[in-house]
């Protein structure tokens, strides 16, 4: 496989991935991903950021449960 940035070869490894909201802070790491040799550029599958996203949705909205003090009504998700 090859970089879509600069053409380099991709290499498998694994990685880390950290974002900040409001109410939280997520930090996730050993991930699987590809790395670029020339330019340094990770880049995730498909599968591993729609995961990473469905991870994210699902804090920011028990977070804001949390700070609202309003849980979820919805049993189906748990």
């Known amino acids: ?13 694994k990685s ?3 974002t900040s909201e409001d109410h939280f ?8 991903a590809y790395q670029c040799e020339r330019c340094k550029k990770v880049l995730f599958t498909d599968e591993t950021v729609d995961k990473i996203q469905k991870l994210v949705r699902k804090i920011k909205k028990d977070s804001g449960e949390i700070v609202n003090n309003k849980m979820s ?6």
């Open 25 to 32: 802070t997520f930090i996730l790491e050993d991930i699987p």
């Open 73 to 78: 009504t919805n049993l189906y998700e748990y």
């Open 1 to 13: 496989m090859n970089c879509s940035h600069c053409g380099g070869v991709l290499i498998p490894g």
């Open 16 to 18: 880390s991935y950290s």
